[in-house]
Structure formats: structure tokens, C-alpha cells
């Protein structure tokens, strides 16, 4: 089964390059997986319906083709497939007539239409899902196959992207069968857990103690939400309006999705759940009473409809309605019957939605109002859709009819059974429903075949096109298994019987109980309704003009697509509202929100708990004095911050605070975090005064007084409340701080005595690559908001340096001009074989320091050694590969800061998102070779060695994920200083005379800006 699955989705990633070749011939490449998979299924017969030894099973058990493999072990999900009577016959019917619509693909579109790849894929891998759905052994894996099938049918539904009514109809059919699907989950968490196990076999077994032990009102409200989620993916009533609306899809979908796979889903899951749980409190009414207003209504919709497809699609709708109260009457004999109906409705709707296809595709139209003729254009077509259109009405000797007469047989003991613990008086009703809504379809099927075929009197016979084989084949072979079906039902009772004896209890025989499946019962009460029906249909159909006008005098009361309008409409009013009261674009209404939130309730909480504060508290730690200094200069440093009106001052300002967190650091003994505290607050301050320089310098527009007073209590209430959820937090530890083992492990499983650098690329490497993946994706964010072109990694000067020209230029012009000014600059070199600190012959003088330079020339290579060292030092000393990137990328923002961007580019003749790339890659790499070698990812290897001149020689695999961590950051520093240093750069020297809209940089003349001559 798990081959299959996996052919199935591999095909599908593979599908669009196939159709780029053979394209709508590729349709039949891939008909051959689920053909294939059908074959197999075939050879699986032996072992789901015998026993292990290979003897015959008794009638009333199956056996279970059963692969499981261990996923998710700490929540109990596991990859757990069975495959029992029940999932073999709906594989049957998943992949047959999979196989047969991608088919009837092939000739149904043209080689000219859009994106076949794409609906390939996705029709092939819809096939895989259901098949995963159905015979998934684990409620929380169903439930993945599940959302798969939403998510598949959503694009399948949507494949007319210009379509304003598909696209329409893909989102509707998505949000109704997500939110039922949602309610499912809740259903099957709450059912898994009260069962202890998801496995949905054990589940079954242990079902009869569910629903009568402690937790059964848990278990009747599990069954009650999965049940929504059937309903709403079989389109029951209230939700039955998505499924009508999804006939905007083209015609293979319909035939597959909504009359044999998917909306079949919802009644396998009544099915799979009923032989345990449909003794359940609120079970039959759910079943019966929404699977009967749902075929009525379906029935009755339909008797309405003048596009032929929507004569199906709400035939659809009620034709789910009656199997879901068939197969979930939790009878025997209805067991049998649902299983009978379920096969015969997927081939003969499957037949009659091909069939529209074909009409359609050769017509041009499905209006039965210009329809007129077809039958004498294309006599084998009629044929094909006769026998469909017979199936579904219930005439013998087709499938439908041995199906319903089963479905009558056992509603009629349903229906006059005296057992005091029966239906009582509804089952009469139930009974008088079921019929009613038999005659519908009959007279619905007959209107089909004279909308469809007939000669109208007063309309012109329909241009027919020929109707090639190849384009038939698909229905044609549907209708026949359809009569063979009706005149030998032997084969299928087989297969249902064992399913059927699922109900028996208390070593009743099974098959006197679920009778069988036969064309032939004699003169019995069901036969005498199914006359009954054929009557009142036939009179139905030939009443049609009275029918339709008595339908034309009753008022749509209730209509689900415009109630589900309305409510999709009141959603967005209400988010609109909320959107315009929320989202003002005030930056102070949006912390006050948030600071508000953040501080109300964990306070509440607190005072909820009325705990009282832990013992040993005290202000200032008596071994270290000097935190009271350290904590004043924070105190201090927010002060100023805050009463600052300079946007420089008040960045140093909050520098001043990082630093003091860095002291308080280090006084507690965490030299690594104080280390790497200095660094980002460094490298965070260099960032905001690159940036600044695009800003006014002054702080204007800041909040006014009136809120100054909310602003300071609101503040001071967050950080108070925040110091004693702190307090409370530390004190309310009960078990031993896992921190306490960190040493041991990082010694013995790390190899390294610096607790936080193992911590970081060995015992969480998996957090450490997400948090550096982020990183990358951060600059890449950063860097697509800067450039536009490209990521700034070459030269892209835009005014000559050289010379004072002011303007824009041609890309080609600008590199030769950058190239021209570092060329001179170079001539000035003390070396000409080694050039350093050339580019700053290119900043202007007024932006040229001396002594900056000189400083710069005496620290960068020191600065680069010492990240080196910190790099390779940091798995037993303080360091490692953040603080070491960090510190080579101050080296770099010197000698940005001393020689310009033109030096930038000569230090860094490596791009910054290639430096990203390598980094991600060297961390990825170092995870994903100790499997390779039959470890686990990221699995750390202590090598000692010794080496001449070095001695004894410890190394740890895990300082290469260090060094991709060193990589990242060094890129992430660079792309920081070309985005917001080098491309700002660039802008001033493009406009020299405004570069804050009119307002010149602060101390230096407008003439002179970025213009200083090399």
C-alpha cells in the first residue's frame, strides 16, 4: 500500500514534464498507475478475504492486509495502513474509474489548452490521496489524506483560473469542507484519546465500552463532530450547496470527484465508524434526518435544472443523501445494501458525467433547452447514457436496480420492525421518505435522457461532431460493467458480505441476516415499492409541465449558496470593521494593544493564583556589588532614550542599555552570552546609524503630551508585571532544572566544556539551523526591499567619482566608471601588488578620516584572526561560530566605515547571498552525512588524533556546523552593510542635493556631498 501511495505521488511530481513532450497523450501514462494499482488490488483479493494460513475465511470475517510504519511515536501517529473488505471495495472504485477518467482525459482536452501538466498531476495524485484516505489504519493519518483531497480538489475545481464562477466555486467548496474538516479533527482527537489509541481498527473493537463506559458523553460528542465533517464533504444538507456550485470544474473532475471518489469520502467514513459507534445517542438522527432532507431536496432541485450537468450534481446530492442513510442504519441488511449502492452509483453517475463531458465537448453546449437530436447523431452515446440513466432510476436488470431493491428490502424491516427499541413511528416515515425520494429520482433520470437525446418539437436539431472510439471507450465500459454488475451480483455480495457481518452480534448467522444480493427476490414488499416508484416517476415525467409550474409557485425559503453568501458577507463587514478600528496606522495604538494584552493577563492570572512571592528573594546579589551599577546605567540608558530628541542619541541611548545587559552577563558568569551580547548590540547599533542617514536627524511627529501619561503607565505596569511573572516563574520550579545535566551531556555527547556552544550545534543543532535559516531568509527579505536589480554583491556606482558629473547613466556606464575610479585609486597603493585601503581615495574628503584609516589598517587582520580563534576555541572557550561571525563582521564595518563601499567590494569579493548559500549548505551538510553514515542527523563524531608539532588532537564533527554557522552570520553582516551602507551610498552620490527630500546631511554642504574626487 505504501508503494502504491509512493508511485502514485511520484508520477505526479514528474507529470508536467511528461505532458511538455507527449502532452494530452500523457494522459494515458498515467492512467497506467492507478491501472496498474487496480491490477494489484485484484491479486490482494486472496489475502483480505482468506485466512493467514491461505484457507477460506469464514462468511462472516475478513482477513486484513495490514503495513504499518512508525512516524510521530510521542503522539501516537503512525503510518498505518489496513486493508480489509471494506477499503479494498472503495480502492476498487478509486482506482478504477480513476484509471478510466484520466483516460477519457486524453481526448476530452485539447493539446492547445492550458496547464494539462499541472491538472494531471494533481488528478493522479487526488487518486493516491483517496487511496491513502480509505485505507489509512490511524485517525490522524486519514485526516492528512483528508485535507490532501480538500486541497486537490480546491486546484481541480479552480483549473479555469479566469473563470470568475470557478474560481468562485473552488474557494467555496474549500471553505465549507476545511471548516467540517476542522470539526472532524476536534471529533477525532477527542475519540483517539478517550480510546487511548488512534489506531481506527482498535478504536472499532473497543467501541461497544466506549459508548456505555465513563467517557461516553465525550465519545457521542467525538461521533457528532466527525459526522459534520462527513456531512460536509458529502454535501448534506445545510452544506449541500458547494457541491452544484463545483460543476464549474471541468467534466473529468465532476465524474470522478463528485460522483465516485471524493464526496464519497464522507459516507466511507459513516461506513468505517458505523459497525462501533451507531448505537450512539445523536447517530441516527444525524444520518437519517440530514441524509433524508438531503435526498429529497437533491431530488427536487434537480427537477429543476435546464443545464443537463446540474441535473446530475443535484442528483448527486441525493443520491449521497440516501447512501449515507443506508450505510449508517448500522443494520446488516442495510450494510450490504449501502456497500451495493455506493458501487453501483460510482459507475452509472460515473458514466452520465463522461457522457455530459462528451456532449458538451462535441455540442458546445449542455442546455436542454438547445438541446435536441443528439440521439440520432450519436446512437452509441445514447446507448451508453440509457443504460446509466436505467441504473440510476432503478431498472432491471442493472446494478441500481439490485442495489435498491436491497436498500427497500431492508428499510422495509426497518420500517415495521416491533423490537420496542426500534424506529417506533418514524420508521414508517423514514420508509414513506425513502420512496418518495426514489420516485424523484426516477423522474429526474427520465428528464436527464429527453433533456439530453430527444427531438424537441420547435428546436433546430444540434450540430453533433463525430464521437471518435478512444473519446467513448471510458463511459462505454462503465455501462458495461454496469449490466454485468446487475445480471451477476454474486461477485459483489462476496466481497460486501464480510463487512456486513460486522453488525451481527451475539453469533447470529450473518448471512441470514444481511441476506443477498440478487437480480430475482420474488414477490416481496420491496419489489412492490420499486412498481410503485416506476408509476408515480413515469407519471412525474410526463407531467413535467404541471411539476415545473407548481415547482415555479413555491418560494426558495431557504437557498444554502445565498445563506452562505450572506454569511461570507457578514464575515467581511465585520473584519472590515474591525480592521478599520484596529489597523489606524498609529504606532502607539498598536503597542499600547499589545503591551496592554501582554501585561493584563498574567497579571490577572497572578492575582487569580494569589500565590505568595517565593522565599530568598533579594534585590541586589551580595557576591556581585557592581550588578547595582550595571543596573543603574540601563535605568539610565532607557531614561535618556526615552528624552531624547535625536534619533542618534537615542539609538546610543539603547545601546547603552544592551551594554549594561552585557555587564550584567558577564558579573553572573556567562562570559559567552555577555561576548555575544556586545557583539549584536554593535553590530545592531552600526545598522541603525547606517540607516538613520536616510532620516531627518531630529525625532518629530512623536506622540503628544494628552498621551504621555497612558504611554508611562502603561510602560511602567509592563515591566513591573513582567519582573514578578519573572519572580513567580523561577520560584514555581518543582522538578530538577534539566540545565543541571547540560554539563554531563555536553562533555560526554559534545565533546566540548563550553556548555552554550555544544547546546547550540550539537544537542539543539535541529534549533540552531532553523534560527540560521531564518537568518538567511531575514537578509534576503532585507536585500529584496533594497535592490532591484540585483543583490548589490557588484559594483553599481550610478555618477562618476572620477570626475563631478551629476546624473543617472546606463548600467554599462556605471561599472566602467567604478572601474575607471578603482583603477586610479589603486595607482596610489603602497603596493601595488598587495592594494589595501585604496577605495578610500574615492570617498569624499570631507567623509575621509586619517586616523580612521590608520586605526582600521592596525585592527582588520587582528579582528579577523581573533573571529578565526573564537570560531575554533568556541566548542571548550568562550566563542564559537556566532560570536566569531560576528566579530569578523565588525572587521568588515570598519573597513566599510574607513574606506567606503568601493572598499567593501574590495574586501569581499565573495557576494553576501553566496556567502548565505555556502553557510546554510556547510550546516545543512554536516547534519546530513552522519546519516549517510547510519547515524542520526546531526550526530556528532569525537575524533582524537595525534599530530607531529601539534600533539594530542580533539576534534568534534560539530565544528563544521560552526563554521556554517560563522558563514551565515559574516553574509548576514555584509548584506546588512550593502543594503543599508553601500546602497544608501549610492544614492547620495546620485542625489547629492536631496537626500531626505530637500534635507541635507547634517554638517555637510549640499554642493560637496559624496563628490570628492579620486
Request: glycine share 12%; hydrophobic share 55%.
Amino acid at each position: 500500500m505504501i508503494t502504491v501511495l509512493a508511485v502514485h505521488f511520484a508520477v505526479a511530481a514528474v507529470a508536467p514534464f511528461l505532458f511538455r513532450k507527449f502532452r494530452r497523450n500523457s494522459f494515458y501514462a498515467l492512467a497506467a498507475v492507478p491501472a496498474g494499482s487496480f491490477v494489484w488490488l485484484l491479486f490482494q483479493h486472496g489475502a483480505v478475504y482468506q485466512g493467514a494460513a491461505g484457507q477460506e475465511a469464514p462468511s462472516s470475517t475478513g482477513s486484513a492486509v495490514t503495513e504499518l510504519l512508525p512516524w510521530i511515536p510521542e503522539l501516537k501517529i503512525e503510518l498505518a495502513f489496513r486493508m480489509d473488505p471494506l477499503a479494498w471495495i472503495m480502492s476498487l472504485l478509486v482506482l478504477g474509474v480513476g484509471a478510466l477518467v484520466l483516460v477519457y482525459c486524453a481526448r476530452y482536452f485539447k493539446n492547445k489548452d492550458s496547464d494539462l501538466g499541472g491538472f494531471g498531476a494533481q488528478l493522479l495524485a487526488f487518486a493516491g490521496a483517496m487511496f491513502g484516505l480509505v485505507t489509512a489504519d490511524d485517525l490522524l493519518l486519514m485526516f492528512i489524506f483528508w485535507e490532501l483531497t480538500t486541497v486537490l480538489s480546491y486546484l481541480l475545481i479552480g483549473y479555469a483560473r479566469t473563470r470568475l464562477s470557478a474560481r468562485r466555486s473552488a474557494l467555496q467548496a474549500l471553505m465549507v469542507t476545511t471548516a467540517g474538516g476542522l470539526a472532524m479533527l476536534v471529533g477525532l482527537i477527542i475519540l483517539g484519546f478517550s480510546a487511548g489509541t488512534y489506531r481506527i481498527s482498535s478504536i472499532l473493537e473497543m467501541a461497544p465500552g466506549l459508548a456505555t463506559g465513563p467517557a461516553a458523553g465525550a465519545v457521542a460528542a467525538a461521533v457528532v463532530l466527525i459526522l459534520i465533517g462527513a456531512v460536509t464533504k458529502s454535501a448534506l444538507i445545510p452544506f449541500h450547496f458547494w457541491l452544484p456550485g463545483a460543476m464549474a470544474a471541468p467534466t473529468p473532475v465532476s465524474a470522478y470527484l463528485h460522483a465516485a471518489a471524493m464526496v464519497k469520502v464522507g459516507v466511507y467514513l459513516v461506513a468505517r465508524l458505523a459497525p462501533g459507534f451507531a448505537e450512539t445517542a445523536y447517530w441516527l438522527p444525524m444520518v437519517l434526518g440530514l441524509g433524508l432532507a438531503t435526498m429529497l431536496v437533491g431530488g427536487y432541485r434537480a427537477l429543476r435544472q435546464t443545464d443537463i450537468k446540474l441535473i446530475l450534481a443535484y442528483g448527486t446530492v441525493s443520491q449521497l443523501g440516501f447512501l449515507t442513510m443506508v450505510v449508517g442504519l448500522g443494520k446488516p441488511d442495510a450494510a450490504l445494501a449501502g456497500l451495493a449502492l455506493l458501487l453501483a452509483h460510482g459507475l452509472f453517475k460515473a458514466t452520465l458525467f463522461l457522457v455530459v463531458g462528451i456532449i458538451d465537448h462535441q455540442s458546445g453546449t449542455r442546455d436542454l433547452r438547445k438541446l435536441s437530436g443528439v440521439y440520432k447523431s450519436s446512437r452509441a452515446l445514447a446507448v451508453v447514457a440509457a443504460i446509466g440513466a436505467a441504473s440510476m432510476a432503478g431498472i432491471p436488470p442493472l446494478a441500481g436496480f439490485v442495489a435498491k431493491e436491497s436498500v427497500f428490502e431492508a428499510f422495509v424491516h426497518y420500517g415495521t420492525s416491533t423490537d420496542p427499541a426500534g424506529p417506533g413511528a418514524w420508521g414508517p416515515v423514514v420508509l414513506a421518505g425513502l420512496v418518495l425520494g426514489s420516485i424523484l429520482t426516477f423522474a429526474y433520470s427520465a428528464r436527464f435522457m429527453w433533456g439530453a437525446f430527444a427531438s424537441k418539437p420547435g428546436i433546430e436539431p444540434t450540430p453533433f461532431k463525430a464521437i471518435k472510439p478512444s473519446f467513448l471507450a471510458a463511459p462505454a465500459l462503465l455501462s458495461l460493467l454496469t449490466i454485468v454488475y446487475g445480471l451477476w451480483p454474486a461477485p459483489v455480495d462476496g466481497w460486501i458480505q464480510p463487512y456486513a457481518a460486522e453488525f451481527v452480534h451475539d453469533g447470529g448467522d450473518p448471512a441470514s441476516a444481511a441476506g443477498h444480493l440478487a437480480l430475482w427476490h420474488g414477490l416481496t414488499p420491496a419489489l412492490g415499492l420499486t412498481a410503485l416508484t416506476f408509476a408515480f416517476g413515469i407519471a412525474m415525467f410526463y407531467g413535467r409541465g404541471i411539476v415545473a409550474r407548481a415547482q415555479g409557485r413555491v418560494p426558495a425559503w431557504v437557498d444554502g449558496d445565498r445563506a452562505y453568501q450572506m454569511t461570507i458577507g457578514a464575515l467581511d463587514d465585520v473584519a472590515v470593521w474591525v480592521t478599520g478600528r484596529t489597523q489606524r496606522g498609529s504606532l502607539f495604538f498598536y503597542l499600547s494593544v499589545i503591551l496592554t494584552v501582554a501585561f493584563a493577563l498574567p497579571l490577572t492570572a497572578l492575582l487569580i493564583a494569589g500565590k505568595p512571592l517565593p522565599e530568598g528573594l533579594y534585590f541586589i546579589d551580595p557576591n556581585s556589588p557592581l550588578q547595582l551599577v550595571a543596573g543603574a546605567g540601563i535605568v539610565i540608558g532607557a531614561l535618556a532614550a526615552v528624552r531624547a530628541n535625536k534619533r542618534f542619541l537615542a539609538v546610543l541611548m539603547v545601546s547603552v542599555t544592551g551594554y549594561g545587559i552585557a555587564l550584567m552577563f558577564a558579573l553572573q558568569g556567562a562570559p559567552d552570552l555577555a561576548l555575544t551580547q556586545m557583539l549584536v548590540e554593535t553590530i545592531i547599533l552600526v545598522a541603525f546609524v547606517l540607516a538613520m542617514r536616510s532620516l531627518p536627524a531630529e525625532l518629530r511627529d512623536r506622540t503628544g503630551g494628552k498621551y504621555r501619561v497612558i504611554r508611562v503607565i502603561i510602560g511602567v505596569a509592563f515591566g513591573i508585571t513582567m519582573i514578578f511573572v519573572a519572580i513567580y516563574a523561577m520560584g514555581a520550579r518543582v522538578a530538577t532544572p534539566v540545565a543541571l545535566e547540560f554539563p554531563r551531556l555536553a562533555y560526554e555527547g559534545g565533546g566540548g566544556l563550553n556548555i552554550v556552544n555544544v547546546t547550540l550545534v550539537d544537542i539543539r543543532a535541529w534549533d540552531t539551523f532553523g534560527e540560521i535559516s531564518v537568518l538567511a531568509l531575514a537578509a534576503t527579505g532585507v536585500a529584496s526591499l533594497i535592490f532591484v536589480k540585483g543583490r548589490g554583491d557588484g559594483l553599481r556606482a550610478s555618477s562618476s567619482v572620477a570626475e563631478g558629473t551629476v546624473g543617472r547613466r546606463s548600467h554599462a556606464g556605471q561599472s566602467s566608471r567604478d572601474s575607471a575610479a578603482l583603477a586610479l585609486s589603486r595607482k596610489f597603493a603602497a603596493s601595488t601588488r598587495d592594494a589595501w585601503l585604496v577605495a578610500g581615495r574615492t570617498m569624499a574628503p570631507e567623509r575621509r578620516s586619517i586616523i580612521f584609516e590608520v586605526v582600521t589598517r592596525l585592527v582588520f587582520h587582528s579582528m579577523i584572526v581573533f573571529s578565526i580563534y573564537l570560531l575554533l576555541a568556541g566548542h571548550n572557550l568562550p566563542g564559537g561560530g556566532f560570536a566569531g561571525g560576528l566579530t569578523a563582521g565588525l572587521a568588515l564595518t570598519i573597513r566599510y566605515l574607513a574606506g567606503g563601499r568601493f572598499e567593501l567590494r574590495e574586501a569581499t569579493p565573495v557576494g553576501a547571498g553566496t556567502l548565505l548559500g555556502i553557510g546554510l549548505a556547510t550546516a545543512a551538510a554536516s547534519g546530513v552525512v552522519p546519516l549517510l553514515l547510519g547515524g542520526q542527523v546531526f550526530q556528532s563524531a569525537i575524533i582524537e588524533l595525534w599530530l607531529p608539532v601539534f600533539g594530542d588532537i580533539k576534534f568534534v564533527t560539530s565544528t563544521i556546523f560552526d563554521i556554517g554557522v560563522y558563514i551565515v552570520v559574516v553574509g548576514l553582516v555584509l548584506d546588512v552593510l550593502r543594503s543599508l551602507g553601500a546602497e544608501i551610498d549610492e544614492h547620495f552620490e546620485e542625489n547629492p542635493a536631496g537626500e531626505t527630500e530637500g534635507q541635507e546631511p547634517e554638517g555637510v554642504p549640499a554642493e560637496t556631498t559624496g563628490r570628492g574626487k579620486a
